[in-house]
C-alpha cells in the first residue's frame, strides 16, 4: 500500500494562495498540460479535482496551486513541506492538443494563472508566438510574474484594483490585444467562470478560437459519478473525460456556474465547523 | 403427482455412507418443509442506521437448512449457477458440520463466497431450479453460502496457498470482481500478479456502489486481504489509460499478460429536460458519495451528500433499491421509486425489493419521467410524469412499455436520482491502439478465452458485457483467467478441495 506522496515543496503566494510541488515521479513523467488531479489528504477528506501547474519529469514532481476557499482547502493549506497527503491520482483528463501557432494568447486570471503555465510553456516550446495577460485581484497577490515573463513574447499584467499593471479584469486587455493582433489563432481563458466567460464573450467577434478548462465538481474524476458534466454545444459532456479543456464559446457557463453551487450550503457548514473547531484547539487559523 | 422414482437412484449411495445424521431417508416429505427465515433487523429500525439488513443464519438454524437439502443425484441448481458451484456437495458438509470442508467447496469455484452469499440473486439461478421447490419452497442456497463463508472467516485460518512461481507475470487492471477472480486464479497458479485500481480502494463495485447495509466493506476487505497473502499486489489510485497504458504494461514494465475488467461505470441519462437541474444525480454519484467517500458519515468524513428531503429513483434494478434504501438512511423523509414497467419485470434481487418495500419506500410502477421541473434559483422542485401501459411483446419477448396520453402528474422532489443503468468508460478504449471494442464501446472477446482483439490482452465483466451481476464478473473473470494461462503456458492450480476429491 502507498504511504503517500511527499510535498516537497511548498510557496506561500498570498493569505489564501499555496503552491505544493509533490512527489510522484509516474505522475510527472505522464503529466501533460491540460491534465488534473485527484486529491485526497486523510482518510476523511474529500477527493479535490486540481489542474496541474507544472510537472519537474527530472526531479519526478507535479506542483498544483491551490487556493484555500473551503474547509478542505484550508485544511490542506495547514500542511507544512515535508508533510505527506494520502491519494495523488492522475494524470486525468485529456491533454491540452497542442499546436504551433503564429500567435497565441494566454489568459489567466487569479488561481487560473497556474494551470496556464504549461500551456504557455508548451506552446513557446512549438515555436509559437505567445502573448500572456496575468490578472489578480491586487498587487499583493500577483505570483508567477517571472515565470510567465520567460515563455511569453509580451506579458500583461491586470489588477483589479489598478495597483499593478493595467486597471481592471484580463478580458479588458485580451479586447486590446485581440484588436492590436489581428493575426492571433488562439485564445487559453483559465480562472474563474465568469473570467472565462467574459474573455468569451471578447474573443467570439473576432471569431478566434477560445479554449478554457473547466474545474468542475467531481467525485472520482474518472468518468463514473457525472458529477462533473456540462453542455457543450448543446450536447453532454463530462469535463473528467472528454475534458477539462473544451472550445469555451460552445460552453453553457450559466448552467455550469448554478451547478457549482450544488454544495455551497455544505461548503460553508463546513468551513464554520472547521474554523470553530480551530479556535478551540487554539491553533492558529490556517492562512493567517 | 410429484415423482419420487427422481430421487430413488440418489438414495442408496447416500445410505450406504451411513450418514451420522440420517436414520431415515430424506425425502420431499420428511424435510422440514419452511425454508428457514432469516433473522433480519426490523424494518423501522434498520431504515435509520447503515447496519447489515440480514444478520445471517446461527449454526441450528444453517443445520435445519442445510437439512431440506435432498442432495439430488442429478442436481439442478448447479447448472443455475453462473461459476458452476457444487452445491449439494458444500450444503451436506455443512450439514455433516464440516464447515472447511464447505467453505472449501465453495472456494473451489468462487472466490467471494462471503459477498456472493450476500448479493447474487439466487432466486433467478440455482434456487429457481432447486427440486425441492417443485414440492415446496427451495433451499436458501445464498444464506446457506453466506453461513459457510462467514463461519470459515471466523474461525479458521485462511487456507495456506502452496503456490509455485511460474515465472509469468500478469496486469489486472480494476480491483472489482472479474479482477479479484482473475487475480485469485492465477495467483493460485503461480502468477506474479498485480491489481490496478484507480480508485484509492480496492473493491470497485463492491465497495462504491453496494451499500454498506446490504454488503459491509469488512466483508470485502477481508477477501481482498486473502488475495493479498497469495501475494496479490495491489496498486491502489493508479488509472490505467493514464499514468501508464495497457502497451506500456507490456513492453516496458514487463507484464507478460493484461486482464481488464474495470466495470461499465459511466452514468446513463435519459435526454429529458431538466437533467442537469442541481439535485439531479446519477445513481453513481450518489452511491459513490454515500459509500466510497462515506458521504453517511459526513461532516466526520468531507464529502458531503447533498440529498433533499423528498427524493425520487428512477429504475427498479438493483442499483435502483440501493439508491432508494441509501436515500431513507440518509433521512430523507419521502422516497419514491418510477419504473416504466410493473414490479414483474423489476431486475432486481427479489429480497432488495422486498426489503425497500418493508422500508416503506413508495413504488410507482408503470410511470415514466418526462421532464425535471427546476425553481427560479436551478434546483429541482419537481418531476413531471406519464403513466404506462405494457403493450405488445418486442422482438426480445419484453413488453415494451407505451405511454398513456393525458395522465401526466408531477411528483414534488427535490433530488432526482438516475439509476438506469451504466456505459462503457471510454478510458481504457481509447489509450489501447488496436483494441477492439462493439458499437456501444465495450470490448469484444472471444467467448471461450476472454481474449481481446490484442493478443495477451484479455477483458471480462461489465466493460465486456455491459451492466451485469457480480457473479457473472466473477465467472468472467476465471474464464479469462483460464485463457491467460493457457496463453501463457501454464496449467490451472488444483484448490485443496479439488485435490482432495481426487486423492
Known amino acids: ?288 | 403427482m410429484f415423482d419420487f422414482s427422481l430421487y430413488a437412484s440418489r438414495l442408496t449411495p447416500y445410505v450406504a455412507k451411513k450418514d451420522r445424521f440420517m436414520t431415515t431417508v430424506k425425502t420431499i416429505h420428511t424435510i422440514p418443509k419452511g425454508r428457514t427465515p432469516m433473522p433480519e433487523q426490523e424494518p423501522e429500525v434498520r431504515a435509520t442506521n447503515f447496519e447489515e439488513v440480514a444478520l445471517g443464519y446461527t449454526l441450528p438454524e444453517a443445520l435445519r437448512e442445510a437439512d431440506r437439502c435432498l442432495e439430488c443425484k442429478k442436481p439442478r441448481c448447479i447448472a443455475g449457477c453462473p461459476v458452476g458451484i457444487d452445491i449439494p456437495g458444500f450444503i451436506r458438509a455443512i450439514a455433516q458440520q464440516d464447515m472447511r470442508r464447505a467453505y472449501e467447496i465453495l472456494r473451489q469455484d468462487n472466490p467471494l463466497p462471503a459477498v456472493c452469499g450476500r448479493v447474487c440473486p439466487q432466486e433467478s439461478q440455482c434456487e429457481v431450479r432447486c427440486i425441492v421447490g417443485i414440492k415446496a419452497e427451495p433451499v436458501c442456497i445464498g444464506r446457506l453460502e453466506r453461513f459457510a463463508a462467514d463461519y470459515a472467516m471466523a474461525h479458521f485460518e485462511p487456507e495456506k496457498p502452496r503456490i509455485t512461481p511460474a515465472g509469468k507475470r500478469a496486469a489486472i487492471i480494476g480491483s472489482g470482481p472479474a479482477g479479484i477472480a482473475c487475480a485469485a486464479d492465477l495467483a493460485r497458479a503461480g502468477v506474479d500478479v498485480t491489481i490496478f485500481e484507480a480508485l484509492h480502494m480496492a473493491g470497485g463495485v463492491l465497495k462504491y456502489g453496494i451499500p454498506e447495509f446490504r454488503l459491509p466493506k469488512s466483508i470485502v476487505d477481508r477477501e481482498i486481504a486473502l488475495l493479498e497473502q497469495m501475494g496479490v499486489t495491489i496498486e491502489l489510485n493508479t488509472v490505467i489509460g493514464k499514468l501508464f497504458t495497457i502497451p506500456q504494461l507490456m513492453q516496458e514494465k514487463g507484464f507478460d499478460a493484461v486482464f481488464v475488467g474495470t466495470g461499465a461505470g459511466f452514468p446513463k441519462f435519459q435526454g429529458i429536460p431538466g437533467e442537469n437541474l442541481n439535485g439531479v444525480f446519477s445513481a453513481n454519484e450518489f452511491l459513490t458519495r454515500v459509500n466510497l467517500m462515506r458521504g453517511f458519515r459526513h461532516p466526520e468524513y468531507d464529502t458531503p451528500v447533498g440529498m433533499g428531503r423528498q427524493v425520487a429513483v428512477i429504475g427498479a434494478g438493483n442499483t435502483a433499491m440501493d439508491c432508494v434504501r441509501c436515500a431513507l438512511r440518509m433521512g430523507a423523509e419521502k422516497v419514491t421509486l418510477v419504473y416504466r414497467r410493473t414490479q414483474k419485470e423489476s431486475p432486481a434481487r427479489a429480497e432488495e425489493l422486498h426489503h425497500a418495500m418493508q422500508e416503506g419506500i413508495q413504488f410507482q410502477w408503470l410511470t415514466n419521467p418526462v421532464r425535471i421541473l427546476g425553481n427560479a434559483e436551478g434546483w429541482v422542485s419537481g418531476m413531471e410524469c406519464i403513466r404506462m401501459a405494457l403493450g405488445e411483446a418486442d422482438a426480445s419477448g419484453r413488453r415494451a412499455p407505451v405511454e398513456q396520453p393525458g395522465t401526466n402528474f408531477v411528483i414534488p422532489v427535490e433530488t432526482v436520482i438516475y439509476a438506469l443503468g451504466t456505459r462503457a468508460n471510454p478510458i481504457i478504449a481509447k489509450s489501447t491502439p488496436g483494441l477492439k471494442t462493439n458499437q456501444w464501446g465495450y470490448i469484444e472477446v472471444d467467448e471461450q478465452t476472454g481474449m481481446t482483439s490484442l493478443p495477451g490482452v484479455f477483458a471480462g465483466g461489465d466493460i465486456v458485457t455491459g451492466s451485469a451481476t457480480v457473479i457473472l464478473a466473477l465467472g468472467a473473470g476465471r474464464r479469462a483467467a483460464t485463457g491467460m494461462l493457457r496463453y501463457l503456458g501454464l496449467r490451472p492450480a488444483e484448490t485443496p478441495a479439488a485435490a482432495a476429491a481426487k486423492a
Open chain 1, 1 to 288: 500500500m502507498s504511504t503517500g506522496y511527499r510535498i516537497v515543496k511548498k510557496e506561500v503566494y498570498s493569505p489564501v494562495t499555496y503552491m505544493w510541488e509533490v512527489e510522484a515521479p509516474d505522475v510527472a513523467r505522464a503529466a501533460q498540460p491540460g491534465h488534473f488531479l485527484m486529491v485526497r489528504i486523510n482518510e476523511e477528506g474529500e477527493r479535490i479535482p486540481l489542474t496541474v501547474a507544472d510537472f519537474d519529469r527530472r526531479r519526478g514532481t507535479v506542483s498544483v496551486v491551490i487556493q484555500a476557499v473551503g474547509k478542505s482547502t484550508r485544511e490542506m493549506m495547514a500542511l507544512a513541506e515535508g508533510d505527506s497527503i494520502l491519494d495523488f491520482i492522475g494524470p486525468l483528463g485529456e491533454a491540452s492538443h497542442i499546436q504551433r501557432r503564429s500567435k497565441v494568447i494566454l489568459v489567466g486570471g487569479g488561481l487560473g494563472v497556474a494551470p496556464v503555465y504549461p500551456q504557455l510553456r508548451a506552446y513557446k516550446e512549438a515555436g509559437s508566438s505567445t502573448l500572456s495577460i496575468i490578472g489578480f485581484r491586487t498587487k499583493d497577490l500577483v505570483f508567477w510574474e517571472a515565470k510567465f515573463r520567460a515563455q511569453s513574447d509580451e506579458l500583461h499584467i491586470a489588477t483589479d484594483d489598478g495597483s499593478y499593471g493595467h486597471k481592471g479584469f484580463v478580458s479588458q486587455v485580451l479586447q486590446e490585444l485581440l484588436e492590436a493582433h489581428r493575426d492571433t489563432e488562439e485564445v487559453v481563458a483559465i480562472g474563474p467562470l465568469p473570467m472565462m466567460k467574459a474573455c468569451c464573450d471578447v474573443s467570439r467577434p473576432f471569431g478566434v478560437r477560445t479554449m478554457v478548462s473547466l474545474n468542475s465538481i467531481m467525485v472520482d474524476g474518472t468518468g463514473m459519478c457525472g458529477s462533473c458534466r456540462v453542455t457543450v454545444g448543446g450536447k453532454l459532456k463530462f469535463a473528467c473525460v472528454d475534458g477539462p479543456d473544451f472550445d469555451g464559446h460552445q460552453v453553457d457557463f450559466e448552467e455550469l456556474m448554478r451547478r457549482q453551487r450544488r454544495f455551497q450550503r455544505e461548503e460553508q457548514e463546513s468551513l464554520q465547523r472547521y474554523e470553530e473547531e480551530c479556535r478551540l484547539l487554539g491553533r492558529t487559523r490556517s492562512g493567517s
